[in-house]
């Protein structure tokens, strides 16, 4: 997989936007951007990847920057359910697996 | 959809036992994957299956492991002999499309 970076540990205050980021300076060619969460004693979840373009669904939004070597997972209104370690991951194009690294793991604090 | 359904969910074994985890994953789904979680290694693949087919087991971590998925709808992880440090949370999970999984609720096994 594409090296993916991220911060050890965040926190947020509830209802504010949790801004969680990711650098993965090597991706290349069509490699996507996927991101999992897992919250405690529960299996990962996915939440959203994207390509090139920004990317919004139901839980969050998926900002990449335009050269596609860092992005942003944007959860608008942080809730305590929302407490969980935050997985970005980047699968080789032409391999099928998906390899969590150590993740973000962000505190939502009330 | 049920979702993935892992049985059982906690299992306690003495060491030297046979351990089968049994996952049933999404219908339709053409890969099914096999994790471990410790505290120590975190989440690590195992296994995965492309259409009941082993691709790649380079994460199974000895030949105590063995999985299989005999159809569609069925796929077990074996650990015969077991050990205490075989203890971990085991997960299991299926997809459609690349990438995108859907997980299983996890079988947290115990070695004594």
């Known amino acids: 997989d594409a090296k993916t970076t991220q911060p050890p540990s965040m926190d947020c205050a509830e209802g504010r936007a949790a801004n969680l980021p990711c650098n993965h300076s090597?991706?290349?060619?069509?490699?996507?951007v996927y991101w999992y969460r897992q919250i405690h004693s529960q299996g990962p979840q996915y939440i959203i990847h994207g390509l090139k373009n920004n990317e919004t669904n139901e839980m969050a939004s998926l900002i990449i920057t335009e050269d596609r070597k860092s992005s942003t997972l944007i959860l608008p209104h942080a809730t305590l359910r929302d407490t969980a370690v935050y997985y970005c991951?980047?699968?080789?194009?032409?391999?099928?697996?998906?390899?969590f690294g150590k993740g973000t793991r962000l505190h939502i604090l009330p | 959809d049920a979702g993935v359904i892992q049985s059982p969910r906690h299992e306690v074994t003495e060491m030297g036992q046979e351990v089968t985890l049994r996952c049933k994953p999404i219908?339709?789904?053409?890969?099914l994957f096999w994790y471990r979680q410790t505290m120590m290694r975190g989440l690590e693949l195992l296994i995965y299956?492309?259409?009941?087919?082993?691709?790649?087991d380079s994460g199974m971590p000895e030949d105590r492991f063995s999985a299989k998925m005999p159809n569609a709808s069925f796929s077990t992880l074996k650990i015969q002999p077991s050990e205490p440090r075989d203890s971990a949370v085991y997960f299991c999970?299926?997809?459609?499309?690349?990438?995108?999984?859907?997980f299983g609720p996890g079988t947290r096994l115990t070695v004594t």
């Open positions: 090597t991706i290349s060619g069509n490699e996507y």
């Open positions: 219908s339709g789904h053409d890969y």
């Open positions: 991951i980047v699968p080789r194009n032409r391999d099928d697996k998906i390899i």
């Open positions: 299956f492309n259409n009941n087919v082993p691709i790649d």
């Open positions: 999970a299926s997809s459609q499309s690349r990438s995108v999984a859907y």
